[in-house]
């Protein structure tokens, strides 16, 4: 399954509640989860898979040294429901933000806490900081049609590849 890239209208559009989680909803999660399982990310928004509805799918399991852990959730209709003040920025990229690979600094809170239905429909509430919190606003971003790149410092972006061939001492550009 390829993950939508930008320039694509639904990246831009605000998703659709889950009104009923029936077997449509629960495939769109084994689908995102499955992806999500096939690619360098920490988390899925359903528009990145082209379902323009509120489901994020979290779950990342360590893999070098400096790597996070992030524990793998659902969310239907997640909404923030508190943000602390504190703020920090970090860079981010996005899988959807690959052709060409662009990063940059967000400035994020610190602290969030988000409330959402699980798969079953129940009702949850977690507590998030740093990376987790920054995961959560980032994918919840995604389902109201933003991308990290509406939130970017814009002075901060820059394109991966340029990055590699300055590293090599290669600075020419083609
Ligand atoms: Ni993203």
């Given at each position: 399954?390829?993950?939508?890239?930008?320039?694509?209208?639904?990246?831009?559009?605000?998703?659709?509640?889950?009104?009923?989680?029936?077997?449509?909803?629960?495939?769109?999660?084994?689908?995102?989860?499955?992806?999500?399982?096939?690619?360098?990310?920490?988390?899925?928004?359903?528009?990145?898979?082209?379902?323009?509805?509120?489901?994020?799918?979290?779950?990342?399991?360590?893999k070098k040294e400096d790597d996070?852990?992030?524990?793998?959730?659902?969310?239907?209709?997640?909404?923030?429901?508190?943000?602390?003040?504190?703020?920090?920025?970090?860079?981010?990229?996005?899988?959807?933000?690959?052709?060409?690979?662009?990063?940059?600094?967000?400035?994020?809170?610190?602290?969030?806490?988000?409330?959402?239905?699980?798969?079953?429909?129940?009702?949850?509430?977690?507590?998030?900081?740093?990376?987790?919190?920054?995961?959560?606003?980032?994918?919840?971003?995604?389902?109201?049609?933003?991308?990290?790149?509406?939130?970017?410092?814009?002075?901060?972006?820059?394109?991966?590849?340029?990055?590699?061939?300055?590293?090599?001492?290669?600075?020419?550009?083609?």
């Amino acid at each position: 399954m390829k993950i939508t890239q930008n320039p694509n209208p639904i990246l831009n559009k605000k998703t659709a509640k889950v009104e009923k989680i029936d077997s449509e909803v629960l495939g769109v999660i084994n689908k995102m989860k499955n992806t999500l399982s096939e690619v360098p990310g920490v988390a899925l928004a359903a528009p990145q898979i082209g379902i323009s509805k509120q489901i994020v799918v979290t779950g990342y399991k360590p893999k070098k040294e400096d790597d996070i852990e992030v524990p793998e959730m659902v969310l239907i209709n997640p909404e923030i429901i508190e943000k602390s003040s504190m703020v920090e920025e970090l860079e981010e990229g996005c899988l959807s933000v690959q052709k060409p690979e662009i990063r940059g600094q967000v400035k994020r809170a610190k602290k969030i806490k988000v409330r959402a239905l699980n798969k079953k429909g129940d009702k949850i509430e977690i507590k998030a900081s740093n990376f987790l919190a920054r995961v959560l606003q980032h994918e919840i971003d995604h389902l109201n049609g933003k991308l990290f790149l509406d939130r970017a410092d814009p002075t901060t972006l820059y394109k991966l590849e340029d990055r590699n061939n300055i590293k090599k001492g290669n600075t020419n550009t083609e």
